[in-house]
């Protein structure tokens, strides 16, 4: 990988140092100035490929300089990984003890509501806005709002569902809740080696979220386990 060879040369290319251990670091120390620039024969607009001798490259390998520098990468890396996996397990620790405050509204009021929000998603949806106001995707900061993964839309609703209601009620209720409560998830990285941790703090506050809607309104609580089902949600860990 990162493999090149011309004017009978072979050479290594940055992929291909990261490939076998390099840092950026470790080049600029070890290596220094590229020993060849070749254009991109598929992208012209690309920078130039920096290349560095292959013979070049062994010779600092084998050197102590690059074994002493590479151990304290490594150190360096595991140091992340394992701060990382400290703030993943704090926030999780977090979503699993905070007291969740659900709005407990009479039934008229709370019916209400879910009507309007719901017709704030689908006026959103008809500017082409639905992607934030309908799928509930996240920001950058603050506030994080989950995906509504189990929204329903007013077409899918038959006759029994609009007279109850319960999926609108429901959808208007977790937003309160994802508003209120998503910023347990800030500090938690979500690109990366990072994607699984937040994906898995993410369930768990739906699990919550879904757990405490049933609690507080037992009318909802079908239809907060047929969503839990959906999304393979099990009950929340105490």
């Known amino acids: 990988m990162g493999g090149y060879e011309e004017d009978g040369r072979r ?64 150190r ?16 999780l620790d977090r979503i699993r003890t905070e007291p969740l405050d659900v709005p407990r509204l009479d039934p008229g009021k709370l019916a209400l509501r879910a009507v309007e929000h719901r017709a704030r998603i689908e006026a959103g949806a008809g500017r082409g806005e639905g992607a934030g106001a309908g799928t509930g995707t996240g920001t950058g900061t603050g506030t994080r709002v989950v995906g509504e993964q189990g929204a329903t839309p007013a077409a899918a609703l038959g006759p029994a569902d609009r007279a109850s209601l319960d999926p609108w009620k429901v959808d208007y209720l977790r937003q309160r809740l994802v508003n209120q409560y998503g910023r347990l998830l800030d500090g938690l990285p979500g690109g990366g080696p990072a994607a699984t941790g937040r994906a898995e703090a993410v369930a768990l506050l739906d699990q919550r979220i879904y757990a405490a809607i049933a609690e507080a309104h037992p009318n909802l609580a079908q239809e907060c386990e047929r969503r839990m089902g959906d999304q393979q949600l099990g009950p929340p860990s105490r």
Do not use: C, H, I, K
Request: glycine content about 8%; cysteine-free; aromatic content about 8%.
């Open 11 to 74: 050479y290594v290319s940055l992929t291909g140092l990261r490939a076998r251990g390099w840092t950026g670091g470790m080049v600029y120390r070890l290596l220094g100035p590229p020993d060849r620039l070749a254009l991109n024969p598929r992208f012209r607009a690309a920078p130039p490929t920096r290349l560095y001798r292959a013979e070049r490259v062994e010779a600092a390998e084998r050197g102590e300089e690059f074994r002493v520098v590479a151990e304290g990468a490594a």
């Open 76 to 91: 360096r890396s595991e140091a992340v990984r394992a701060a990382l996996w400290r703030r993943q397990e704090e926030v």
